[in-house]
């Protein structure tokens, strides 16, 4: 394509019409680069490498500049396609967390589907075996105008879910879901993904040393390559247009969880085979940017060239033109480097002992080239150079350093006067959307598959496996965000929903070991939507900072693996800012894990972390009084990190036999729950005034302060108590358990809140199928 | 005693499968349906896993019922060897006229329904744990050789399409009578209630799992592999946290019992 | 009044693929079974009123159909067929739970109160060399397209 010497709207012009979305000074600094006009498939390469999804060019500079990624028991940081920490001498747990927000709101089951599809190839490439998936999703508000709309997405993204989870035969642990209309046109579908792997056994997504001078093959695997997903990434990276839609459908990859489960067996043989004669492959899937980004970045990132020839990659028809075959997104596709010795083997495993031909219409292995020494990134196609560019060049990417400037907003405190009687607004609560029984999804979840749950969705704060039989130990997995703080204060919902990510695994007893983040947001382009993701990844950085990993004093909860979406805006409108956290907990011995769920009448319940005046953005104000209030949750990060770990003291102590953080809905929801998750013949009687606070009742019970409450085991109270003591921790004996079936609260001396568990189970447990129906 | 976990492209239960097998004393390997289907014959006993064999294309279980594997499965089981068929092994066991083997396809396993006082209150996939009243005699099904009449078990389940139907009027009253129905869904006081949540997919008489005339050929929804170790339980089943991380769970008594016919076929 | 809608998929159908492989590598077809193909067939009865049955089978196939990668044909009253292959219509005699969900919410969702009812089935579009092919589309049928304990087929003509 001519570019030198054109002018710029002579340049714009011509790369418009030929689809790519690479601006005018970045189409002439490629041609600059290299010292002659490009070629089209050359300028759809950079399209795809300089892409705000494979270059993070927007983001780079600010996640460097916070995020805390290294740590005593990082085995690998998020450089390569998943990040991986040590759980023991001998095993490890490697997780990815990603975003396939724009797909899923055009398409939403193949999108969602994809979504998962996508994040355990990461996890597999790296030579693990995928273990559990989590899902945050946030869609729009299933009672507003854009209702049917919104539902039709809802309901596609968790059949996506599930059809390809189940079949895949990997258990979804955790999730969470928020209902809001900033999601209207912009649902989020995150996933997570965890494997297990021995630490000399994992595989690096990166060509081995030695692969240039030995000659590598380069071969690819899986579906045959067609123009599926083609302009995929830079898709992600562009803002949702009504009017575009039809266009953007063509982005859309399919995905299929049956070649998958078949590759999946296939990988592992192979990676029996070359571990059993010690030879080191690199393994990578092709996810965004397809073969051109994974060739590439395989090369590139070991120093080494490839040279590749798209003639002999497996296709579903010969017309496809060079750029589409180099960057389409065909889903189910992996890329192997190997030395040519193992490649005859290599090619048998997936070809002849998994039958791909047979197991899909077209799927096999093909070598496609060779690793070189010479620091070019070639590719060939009916007999023509079609690509001869520097990999270096191509792979690094360019930075921008945008404008940031703070969103203005109004919140006020509502005017609210405190009602008699709270327990009318204790079922409002209950019923939302957003805080009811999630339990209407997750029955369609194959949680059990693979036969490791310890604890699944519902029964705690986090899920929790044994994922290698033999061994004691154990994996807990929890997500969150809360978008409503995020539109406040993006600064403490970044901070807020590590603490409380990691609260969540601390309930069940296990403790965090490492977070991954997944940053949603609007247009970078703009200094506000800059803004908002700049303090949601310096809160949560300063969080991840002050928690500390627990056993090292000063050390940062490492952030190992994460990702940036940015774009997530239409003209109607866009996202609140939404940074999704994972946090990955371990525990010595599952059995130790505790639920959430009441044990015995008599216990006594122990409330932990004061309640302040933080109603902002609460479930309470929103849910009864319409308002969203300014006083956002803070992180107190002293006292946060005492009171996680005390949670964790007390569980392994075995003097606490039932926890559940405080949340959405304040401390009234969290007892609540507690109590309708078991067997429901046990209930709360608490006295409000051992709180030792002056709110209003109704502000003491529904502040999302963080905290716990902890049901101890009856007898151990002075050693629960001197726990609590030995971090600095008030100790507020709230009440106990009951034989009573019911929820009571009283507040200087008066009953403020008396419901039985029938009543309110109603309330929680249809929320959530009326919001979906 | 070793027994082959026969595994079809899409099969996604055959690791937990064969370790349930062993904790319970058998030994064996997972069987790739590719393999040279005579190989099969060196085996004692076989089970289909879970999974979702070629992605339930078509309907569950139809498109694997027509591999040469099951051909000679069918040899195997009329040798008298045991086969049990879990899930999709059991819906594949259906497909393939193995089940309840009354000489052709004598049933479907059709898509849940959900049904609470005569309306669709849900459908579809549904994931969850359930009581199973063993109505057989002990000694009937090689797959609950141990078990009482009137024994209860907890175990979960997971699928898209576990609700028996048939246009045969008299199956039902034939497979009662001959003792071929092995499991029905039941509360954990061990009543059977015709309706969701107890009836969780909508199948006829709460049929959970049957056995063919013979006995030797067991299929059942629910897994009894993700019951095998107490640690596997529920929380609020007061038998999770006893024992050690090798103590039996429930489902066990199902590999058990597989391992005990073996032995007295002998 | 009854509004047809055949839909078909747009990128490579999976399953026909997998249901072509097992009739020729497992059931003995190959020598006869040229081709298969699959298509969904919806049967929307609205009443007799309705103005534009063709703008309403559009806007229904908004719902019904999914356009990202389904393409469909709207009929009012019969369905025609190329020729050139035995078509093979499979459907379920027991209750179809998808079917009532789909007018359920085609009625109460999306306001459609003129839809009546809804019927869905499968065509499988079977091209056959053998002498009788309207025999050997019936054995096909038996012997893997049905259960006969849930599925009814017929051959379209």
Redesign the interface.
Known sequence: MKIIGLEDQEVEASLRSAGLGLSVSEARSVAEALGRDPTIPELFNYDTMWSEHCSYKSSRATLKEFLCTSGPNVVQGPEEDAGIVAIDDEWCVVIAHESHNHPSQILPNEGAATGIGGIVRDVNCMGAKVVATADPLRFGDPYGGDRNHVRWVAEGVVDGIWQYGNALGVPIIAGDVVFDGSFDTNCLVNVVAIGVVRRGEIIKSRAPAGAGEGGYDVIVVGKPTDSSGFGGVTFASEQLREEDEEANRGAIQIPDPFLKNVLFKANEALFKLTREEGITIGFKDLGGGGFTCASSEMGASAGYGMDLDLDLLHKVSDGLPPEVVACAETQERFMLICPPEVTERALKIYNEDWDLPNVYEGARASVVGKVTTNGRYITRYRGEVTCDVPIRHLTGGIRYQREERPRMTSFEEPAIATPEDLTDALLKVLGSPNVSSREHIYRYYDTEVQGNAVIRPGEADAGLIAPVRGKKFGIALSVDANPFYGRISPYWAGATAVAEAMRNVAAIGATPATLTDCLNFGNPEKPEAFWEFRECVRGLADAAKALWLKGYEDTPVPIVSGNVSFYNESPEGTVDPSPIIACVGLIDDVRDAVTMDLKRAGDPIYLIGPRFDELGGSEYYRTVWRATGRNVPVVRFDLERSMIYAAIDSIAEKNVVAAHDISNGGLAATAAEMALVGRGDLGIDLDLDAAGSDLPADRLIFSESSGFLLECKAGSEEDLERILKGYGLEIMRLGEVTGSRELRMTHHGKTVLRVDLETAKKAWTGGLGEAMR | MKIAVVQF?????E??TL??ARSAGLSGEIF?W?RPAEELSSFDGYIIP???S??????AG??AS???VMDALREEAEEGKPIIGICNGFQILV?AGLLPGLGG????L??N?MVSKGE?V???????WTTLRHEAPPRRCSGSFLLEVGELVRM?L?HAEGNL????PDLMARLNEDHQVVFRYCNEAGEVDPEYPVNINGSLENVAGICNPEGNVLGMMP?P??S?FA??L???DPG??VGD?EAPGPGRRIFESMKRYIEVRR | MKIKLRVWLKIPDAEAATVKNTLRRRMGYESVLEDLGRERLWSIDVDDGVDDPMDLARRLARDLVNENKESYRASVGSVEFEGGYVPVRVGLHIEDGEAVSALKRLRDRLGFEMVRGVERSVVWKLALSSPDPQRTAEEIAEGLLINPHKDFYEIMT
């Open positions: 492209p899409g099969t996604n239960c690791h937990e370790v349930a790739r590719n879970g999974g979702f070629y992605q339930d294309r078509l309907r139809a498109i027509k591999e040469p497909e396809v004598d049933a479907a059709a898509s329904v669709i849900r459908r579809g996939f549904y994931c969850a979960p997971a139907v048939t246009v045969d897994h592999e993700r095998s640690w596997q529920q929380p609020t999770k946290s991380m």
